[in-house]
């Protein structure tokens, strides 16, 4: 019996054992298919490591023998196989998109040339060509070349000089910046020059054709300059407009200048500029500058008239003082009917009243250009938009206020310079900010954040996955972090929203989004000192990490200050944009004495855009106001025009007039009225029998001496032909005569000029000729030289003066 | 006498008791095995084929070599798509799409198989491109694997 048991059992064991085995075999078969399963994730991830160590550069791209010569660096670590080109021709339309084959192995750090010359394609030098290499490994480069008709290229002409006397010459130099957005390399730059366009009897002259007469290759942010010369002949006030555009360039992408016709050469010949005071140059008469001069006009208002601005300037508080410009009475005037501007230079308060002085160890970003941000109040420099691969991008009008910004795609960002107006440390701190945050992004987004190198102190706003803004800051490595962060609200919505961040103490915090109080806060340890090495906006560090997908703008950052809630509801509905300030303007008809008699046109709350002063409240813009009239307008001589502006909201803004210094451009504020008939007299009264005396303003830079022989007041009569001159007596006190010049005239300075009574035939005695009382267009001529050798020659049109 | 004829009996019973045990155990032990070969053998294919798709899906690869509108304004797009995995892979569906506006345009493809370093170009028709300024551009092959761009109009 028990042998028979031993038997079953045997027969069992023979069971189990096939059993077993096969469980064996099974997961045996199961960890080798698991091995062969995870050498294929090896496999496949060592594939997308060396994809992206594979990187190479296209360097050089030319057109040799009708076909394309590209050469390609391998900036990469690793081989690589170039098995594609594509090649599209943007300029003609029918030519179908190509590829070509290549097989082109590349070793690091290795540059190879003459890509493109095996293929069977001919290119021409005037067509623009967008191609494509691509690896074996699926990585690719694009290139453009030669086409400047996809986007506008930055051209400037600069005419050197813009003003020479008749049959003078001027240099035209033209530049081209390849400024273009898509690493396009252009080709084969020929600038073409216009026909010049003349007013009057001007004429022209090529003396020397464009050199050099091409480029062969303008390379992204690269420029290249062209010059021409011509000889300018004409009469004064005359000029030539020369206009350059490219071959093959974009329709309406030129650059102009203006040569105008004059007896002026200071830049050329004497390099020191003389300004008359109290005097207008060649101005159009249409242009009625606002004069700091209050003589003779009702209460106490300012001036207005065809007349260059004569003093060091002005400064007017357009909020305080609501300034009335009058024009002078004595003349009568019709003016046709047309457009009416104001080109107003001022600059915007950097902030509302109640921040107003609050503009140090801080930084302001409005971002008004396409290029690194500059800080408005000069404290911080140095920062950058990203990489090249990582730039924001600029959108001129996508502000909260109409002004410009910059768009975030999740990895973009911008870094600031850290410096000691930025650089957080101990509290108080605040940062503002507009932001449009792209609905349906997941994840945690930063928009501000400043930290150490390696990450373990910092300051840091976002938007976490939750769609709530937060607040975050830690002041030391292993401590607890203080918090702030809102709740119950998506702010993820496409919408503008205003944030700003305070700090008020080293470990506490509140958030207001939109000027109002959101947070729920937790308070956290450390030592309160927050050190911090970089600043990023729109992402967490240069890596990107927790990119933001939106619109920044309007970033202001208080490094020892903590704005209270007051502040922050002013600082919400400050308008940054188009309408930082709304100003109602009237252009009046009124008699002499200033009593409005007829309206001409009222703007009521026109908006006024936003100029940044930077640092020192400088005027560098000018914005203009417009309001077109439907009517002619006719000015009796007992008559004046009156220019009111009238402050009503937005920040303090101030204007800047009267500043001999400001001659280019923004140029002083002025009223420009349509076609006019006759001039506005203007406030220049001149005594016919007896001596009168001019001022005269030295730039410099050097000291300047003015002769007898050519320097002379003339007068012609507004009427008749009548004619009238005045012979140079004086200077500041002591003769000048046909055997003595004046004194010496240093730079900066004001010089007395006494002329003799006008007569006809002009003399510095007697009362033969004398010039009888009437309107008559005076002019002054002056003659000299000047310390560096050079000589003086000017003419200054005074407009319309009164002789009594 | 009573007593011999007893054991004889009685062994030939255990006899025939133990042979109809022992056929017992070898008819369910035979049972057992070949159910158990059975089943290991099923989900030894289920498993080997579970592998193998991972694995080949692993080994596709493939990029968008150029995307690209034929006319302006765009009504057709040309997608090619470049293999550059280890293995031939079978492109079954282009989607593009928009996301701010919810334009969706899925187009199956027929003979979408491209074998490894050879490209495909796959033309899409539709006359509403020109209005979206950027599309994102997905294809998807038969095994699942997807890649995908955005293109501007």
């Given at each position: 019996?028990k042998?028979?048991?031993?038997?079953?059992?045997?027969?069992?064991?023979?069971?189990?054992?096939?059993?077993l085995?096969?469980?064996?075999?099974?997961?045996?078969?199961?960890?080798?298919?698991v091995e062969?399963?995870?050498?294929?994730?090896?496999s496949?991830g060592?594939?997308?490591?060396d994809?992206?160590r594979?990187?190479?550069?296209i360097?050089n791209?030319?057109?040799?023998?009708?076909?394309?010569?590209?050469?390609?660096?391998?900036?990469?670590?690793i081989?690589?196989?170039?098995?594609?080109?594509?090649?599209?021709?943007?300029?003609?339309s029918?030519?179908?998109?190509?590829?070509?084959?290549?097989?082109?192995?590349v070793?690091?750090k290795?540059i190879?040339?003459?890509?493109?010359?095996?293929t069977?394609?001919?290119?021409?030098?005037?067509?623009?060509?967008s191609?494509?290499?691509?690896?074996?490994?699926?990585?690719s480069?694009?290139i453009?070349?030669?086409?400047?008709n996809q986007?506008?290229?930055?051209?400037?002409?600069i005419?050197?000089?813009?003003?020479?006397?008749d049959?003078?010459?001027?240099?035209?130099?033209?530049?081209?910046?390849?400024?273009?957005t898509?690493?396009?390399?252009?080709?084969?730059?020929?600038?073409?020059?216009?026909?010049?366009?003349?007013?009057?009897?001007a004429?022209?002259?090529?003396?020397?054709?464009?050199?050099?007469t091409h480029?062969p290759?303008?390379?992204?942010?690269?420029?290249?300059?062209?010059?021409?010369?011509?000889?300018?002949s004409?009469?004064?006030?005359?000029?030539?407009?020369?206009?350059?555009?490219?071959?093959?360039?974009i329709?309406?992408?030129?650059?102009?200048?203006?040569?105008?016709?004059?007896?002026?050469?200071?830049a050329?010949?004497?390099?020191?500029?003389?300004?008359?005071?109290?005097?207008?140059?060649?101005?159009a008469?249409?242009?009625?500058?606002?004069?700091?001069?209050?003589e003779q006009?009702?209460?106490?208002?300012?001036?207005?008239?065809?007349?260059?601005p004569?003093?060091?300037?002005?400064?007017?508080?357009?909020?305080t003082?609501?300034?009335?410009?009058?024009t002078?009475?004595?003349?009568?005037?019709?003016i046709?009917?047309?457009?009416?501007n104001?080109?107003?230079?001022?600059?915007?308060a950097?902030?509302?009243?109640s921040?107003?002085?609050?503009?140090?160890?801080?930084?302001?970003?409005?971002?008004?250009?396409?290029?690194?941000?500059e800080?408005?109040?000069?404290?911080t420099?140095g920062?950058?938009?990203?990489?090249?691969?990582?730039r924001?991008?600029?959108q001129?009008?996508s502000?909260?206020?109409?002004?410009?910004?910059?768009?975030?795609?999740g990895?973009?960002?911008?870094?600031?310079?850290?410096?000691s107006?930025?650089?957080?440390h101990?509290?108080?701190d605040?940062?503002?900010?507009?932001?449009?945050?792209?609905?349906?992004?997941?994840?945690?987004q930063?928009?501000?954040r400043?930290t150490?190198?390696?990450?373990?102190?910092y300051y840091?706003?976002?938007?976490?996955s939750?769609?709530?803004?937060y607040?975050?800051?830690?002041?030391?490595?292993?401590k607890?972090?203080?918090?702030?962060?809102s709740?119950?609200?998506?702010y993820?919505?496409n919408?503008?929203?205003?944030?700003?961040?305070?700090?008020?103490?080293?470990?506490s915090?509140?958030?207001?989004?939109?000027?109002?109080?959101?947070?729920?806060?937790?308070?956290?340890?450390?030592?309160?000192?927050?050190?911090?090495?970089k600043?990023?906006?729109?992402a967490?560090?240069?890596?990107?990490?927790?990119?933001?997908?939106?619109i920044?703008?309007?970033?202001?950052?208080?490094d020892?200050?903590?704005?209270?809630?007051?502040?922050?509801?002013?600082?919400?509905?400050?308008?940054?944009?188009?309408?930082?300030?709304l100003?109602?303007f009237?252009?009046?008809k009124?008699d002499?004495?200033?009593?409005v008699?007829?309206?001409?046109?009222?703007?009521l709350?026109?908006?006024?855009?936003?100029?940044?002063?930077?640092?020192?409240?400088?005027?560098?813009?000018?914005?203009?106001?417009?309001?077109?009239?439907?009517?002619g307008?006719s000015?009796t001589?007992?008559?004046?025009l009156?220019?009111?502006?009238?402050?009503?909201?937005?920040?303090d803004i101030?204007?800047?007039?009267?500043?001999?210094a400001?001659?280019?451009?923004?140029k002083?504020?002025?009223?420009?009225?349509?076609?006019l008939?006759?001039?506005f007299?203007?406030?220049?009264?001149?005594?016919?029998?007896?001596?009168n005396?001019l001022?005269?303003?030295?730039?410099g830079p050097?000291t300047?001496?003015?002769?007898?022989?050519?320097t002379r007041?003339?007068f012609?009569?507004?009427?008749?032909?009548n004619?009238?001159?005045?012979?140079?007596?004086?200077?500041?006190?002591?003769?000048?005569t046909?055997?003595?010049?004046?004194?010496?005239?240093?730079?900066?300075?004001?010089?007395?000029?006494?002329?003799?009574?006008?007569?006809?035939?002009?003399?510095?005695?007697?009362?033969?000729g004398?010039?009888p009382?009437g309107?008559?267009v005076?002019?002054?001529h002056?003659?000299?030289?000047?310390v560096?050798?050079g000589?003086i020659?000017?003419?200054?049109?005074?407009?319309?003066?009164?002789?009594? | 006498?009573?007593?011999?004829?007893?054991?004889?009996?009685?062994?030939?019973?255990?006899i025939?008791?133990?042979?109809?045990?022992m056929s017992?155990v070898?008819?369910?032990?035979?049972?057992?095995?070949?159910?158990?070969?059975?089943?290991l053998?099923?989900?030894?294919?289920?498993?080997?084929?579970?592998?193998?798709?991972?694995?080949?899906?692993?080994?596709?690869?493939?990029?968008?070599?150029?995307v690209?509108?034929?006319?302006?304004?765009?009504?057709?797009?040309n997608?090619?798509?470049?293999?550059?995995?280890?293995?031939?892979?079978?492109?079954?569906?282009?989607t593009v799409?928009?996301?701010?506006?919810g334009?969706?345009k899925?187009?199956?493809?027929?003979?979408?198989?491209?074998?490894?370093?050879?490209?495909?170009?796959?033309?899409?028709?539709?006359?509403?491109?020109?209005s979206?300024g950027?599309?994102?551009?997905?294809?998807?092959?038969?095994?699942?694997?997807?890649i995908q761009?955005?293109?501007?109009?």
């Amino acid at each position: 019996m028990k042998y028979r048991r031993g038997l079953s059992s045997v027969i069992g064991m023979i069971f189990l054992v096939v059993v077993l085995s096969s469980v064996l075999g099974y997961f045996t078969y199961g960890i080798h298919l698991v091995e062969q399963v995870n050498d294929q994730v090896i496999s496949k991830g060592m594939e997308n490591i060396d994809k992206s160590r594979e990187d190479f550069e296209i360097t050089n791209i030319r057109i040799d023998s009708g076909k394309f010569n590209l050469t390609v660096f391998n900036t990469g670590e690793i081989p690589l196989n170039l098995t594609r080109f594509w090649i599209n021709n943007v300029t003609d339309s029918s030519w179908p998109l190509q590829n070509f084959t290549l097989n082109t192995i590349v070793t690091p750090k290795q540059i190879v040339t003459n890509i493109g010359q095996e293929t069977e394609l001919y290119a021409l030098d005037s067509q623009a060509y967008s191609m494509k290499l691509i690896t074996q490994r699926g990585n690719s480069k694009e290139i453009s070349i030669n086409s400047p008709n996809q986007e506008k290229l930055d051209l400037k002409l600069i005419a050197l000089p813009e003003t020479v006397p008749d049959k003078f010459r001027t240099t035209l130099l033209f530049t081209v910046t390849n400024n273009m957005t898509n690493q396009n390399t252009l080709l084969n730059i020929k600038p073409i020059m216009n026909t010049p366009q003349t007013t009057g009897t001007a004429t022209h002259m090529l003396i020397t054709s464009m050199v050099p007469t091409h480029v062969p290759i303008l390379r992204q942010g690269d420029a290249a300059s062209f010059i021409w010369i011509y000889e300018i002949s004409g009469s004064i006030g005359e000029s030539v407009t020369f206009t350059v555009s490219l071959e093959n360039g974009i329709s309406g992408n030129t650059a102009s200048a203006t040569v105008s016709i004059n007896d002026v050469l200071l830049a050329q010949q004497s390099t020191t500029a003389l300004t008359a005071t109290s005097v207008s140059g060649n101005t159009a008469k249409d242009l009625l500058f606002f004069h700091a001069e209050t003589e003779q006009t009702p209460n106490n208002a300012f001036q207005m008239y065809a007349g260059d601005p004569d003093i060091i300037g002005n400064t007017i508080s357009v909020e305080t003082d609501n300034p009335k410009f009058f024009t002078n009475n004595g003349t009568s005037v019709n003016i046709s009917q047309g457009v009416w501007n104001a080109s107003l230079t001022y600059f915007s308060a950097p902030f509302p009243d109640s921040l107003i002085d609050n503009n140090n160890n801080n930084m302001i970003f409005h971002f008004e250009l396409n290029s690194a941000p500059e800080d408005s109040t000069e404290n911080t420099s140095g920062h950058a938009l990203g990489s090249s691969s990582n730039r924001p991008t600029y959108q001129s009008t996508s502000g909260p206020h109409g002004s410009g910004a910059f768009s975030f795609d999740g990895s973009d960002y911008i870094e600031i310079n850290k410096e000691s107006e930025n650089d957080i440390h101990r509290s108080p701190d605040s940062t503002a900010l507009w932001f449009k945050a792209t609905d349906g992004i997941s994840g945690k987004q930063i928009l501000y954040r400043a930290t150490e190198n390696n990450n373990d102190e910092y300051y840091e706003i976002g938007i976490d996955s939750n769609d709530n803004v937060y607040f975050e800051f830690l002041t030391q490595k292993n401590k607890i972090p203080t918090k702030c962060i809102s709740s119950g609200f998506d702010y993820e919505n496409n919408n503008w929203q205003h944030l700003v961040a305070t700090r008020p103490t080293d470990q506490s915090c509140t958030l207001y989004i939109n000027a109002t109080s959101v947070n729920t806060s937790s308070v956290g340890t450390g030592d309160g000192d927050i050190n911090i090495d970089k600043i990023f906006i729109g992402a967490e560090d240069d890596n990107p990490n927790y990119g933001f997908n939106g619109i920044i703008d309007d970033v202001l950052h208080w490094d020892d200050y903590a704005l209270l809630s007051g502040e922050i509801s002013d600082l919400k509905n400050t308008n940054y944009g188009n309408a930082a300030h709304l100003v109602t303007f009237y252009i009046n008809k009124t008699d002499a004495n200033g009593i409005v008699e007829s309206n001409i046109a009222t703007s009521l709350n026109y908006p006024l855009k936003f100029l940044d002063g930077k640092k020192d409240g400088d005027f560098l813009n000018s914005f203009n106001y417009s309001s077109a009239i439907g009517t002619g307008v006719s000015v009796t001589s007992t008559q004046r025009l009156v220019f009111d502006m009238q402050f009503q909201s937005g920040l303090d803004i101030d204007m800047r007039i009267d500043d001999m210094a400001i001659t280019q451009n923004p140029k002083n504020s002025f009223l420009q009225t349509p076609n006019l008939n006759s001039s506005f007299q203007s406030y220049i009264t001149i005594i016919g029998d007896q001596s009168n005396t001019l001022k005269m303003y030295s730039a410099g830079p050097d000291t300047v001496w003015i002769t007898f022989d050519n320097t002379r007041l003339t007068f012609s009569d507004t009427i008749s032909s009548n004619t009238y001159a005045s012979l140079l007596l004086q200077a500041n006190g002591t003769d000048v005569t046909s055997n003595k010049d004046s004194i010496a005239f240093p730079p900066f300075t004001t010089l007395n000029l006494t002329f003799s009574s006008a007569k006809n035939p002009p003399s510095t005695s007697g009362s033969v000729g004398v010039i009888p009382p009437g309107n008559y267009v005076m002019k002054m001529h002056l003659g000299g030289y000047d310390v560096a050798g050079g000589t003086i020659s000017k003419s200054i049109n005074f407009g319309t003066v009164l002789v009594e | 006498m009573k007593l011999k004829q007893s054991k004889h009996r009685r062994g030939l019973a255990t006899i025939i008791t133990s042979a109809i045990m022992m056929s017992a155990v070898c008819m369910m032990g035979s049972a057992g095995v070949v159910w158990s070969q059975s089943s290991l053998a099923t989900q030894q294919a289920d498993m080997t084929n579970t592998a193998s798709n991972y694995m080949n899906k692993l080994k596709e690869s493939m990029v968008f070599e150029y995307v690209y509108c034929t006319s302006d304004p765009c009504n057709q797009m040309n997608v090619v798509i470049t293999n550059i995995g280890d293995v031939g892979l079978d492109i079954d569906e282009i989607t593009v799409s928009e996301k701010m506006s919810g334009f969706n345009k899925i187009q199956l493809v027929n003979n979408g198989q491209i074998m490894p370093n050879d490209s495909l170009k796959i033309a899409i028709d539709d006359a509403s491109f020109s209005s979206y300024g950027v599309l994102d551009v997905m294809a998807k092959t038969s095994r699942g694997s997807i890649i995908q761009t955005q293109t501007s109009t």
